[in-house]
Nanobody, 114 residues
Framework: VRLVESGGGLAQLGGSLRLSCAAS????????MGWYREAPGKQREEIAV???????KYADSVKGRFTISGDVAKNTVHLQMNSLKPEDTARYFC?????????WGRGTEVTVSA
């Protein structure tokens, strides 16, 4: 299973970006889809996760600004990021639990300028 993120880039304070992640390979089911980020000098943190039944969970730092949406049928997960702040600057990774095994993408860079 391979996960590939896209949609990162440069945004200004208050701007928006939409990240996408697509899974390829042969598998039966996707249980959890999530987005994580890793800022320079900081540990990787969970920022949003979603399950096939539509439940979602967000980190307090992004609640109300970011929206995660997963499509199990298409094996894709998106992260709509609004009202971006410089502290959102990080490398963003998607993760999926597929057939009981967790997988990570390589990440995509997001830079927010003040």
């Amino acid at each position: 299973v391979r996960l590939v993120e896209s949609g990162g880039g440069l945004a200004q304070l208050g701007g928006s970006l939409r990240l996408s992640c697509a899974a390829s390979g042969s598998f039966l089911s996707t249980l959890v889809m999530g987005w994580y980020r890793e800022a320079p000098g900081k540990q990787r943190e969970e920022i949003a996760v979603t399950t096939p039944d539509g439940n979602t969970k967000y980190a307090d730092s992004v609640k109300g600004r970011f929206t995660i949406s997963g499509d199990v049928a298409k094996n894709t997960v998106h992260l709509q990021m609004n009202s971006l702040k410089p502290e959102d600057t990080a490398r963003y990774f998607c993760s999926m639990v597929v057939d009981g095994v967790g997988y990570w993408g390589r990440g995509t860079e997001v830079t927010v300028s003040a």
